[in-house]
Nanobody, 124 residues
C-alpha cells in the first residue's frame, strides 16, 4: 500500500489543522491505521490509531481531547483533526497501516506501510 499524507502547514498556537492519509495501490480498509510524529532529535511518537471498522480509536496521552482520528473506507482515507495546537505538536506527521484489523498498536513495529510524512509547525 502506498500512503500519501497531506494537510500539514504552519499555524499559530490554538489553531487547527486537518491531516489526511490517502492509500493507493491496495486498500487499507481491513487494517488499523495509525498516525505517528517525529520532532527533531526525538523518537517517533504514537499520536492516534483507528481500527478498520472505525469503532475503536486510541490516542497518545499528549493529544487526548485535542485530536480526533476518523476514516472513510469507501474513499480509502484516514483523517486526523488537530485542534488547540501547541508548539510541542511541531513535528513531521506520518500515517501507517497496521498489521492487524482490530488491535491498535502504539509501537512502530506494529505497522508495516508508511507514508512520507507531512510537516506541522505550530508557532507560539
Amino acid at each position: 500500500v502506498q500512503l500519501q499524507a497531506s494537510g500539514g502547514g504552519m499555524v499559530q498556537a490554538g489553531g487547527s489543522l486537518r491531516l489526511s492519509c490517502a492509500a493507493s495501490g491496495r486498500t487499507f480498509s481491513r487494517y488499523t491505521v495509525g498516525w505517528f510524529r517525529q520532532a527533531p532529535g526525538k523518537e517517533r511518537e504514537f499520536v492516534a490509531g483507528i481500527s478498520w471498522t472505525g469503532d475503536s480509536t486510541s490516542y497518545g496521552d499528549s493529544v487526548k481531547g485535542r485530536f480526533t482520528i476518523s476514516r472513510d473506507n469507501g474513499k480509502n482515507t484516514v483523517v486526523l483533526q488537530m485542534n488547540s495546537l501547541e508548539p510541542e505538536d511541531t513535528a513531521v506527521y506520518f500515517c501507517a497501516v497496521g498489521r492487524r484489523a482490530l488491535v491498535i498498536g502504539t509501537r512502530d513495529r506494529e505497522y508495516r506501510d508508511w507514508g512520507q510524512g507531512t510537516q506541522v509547525t505550530v508557532s507560539s
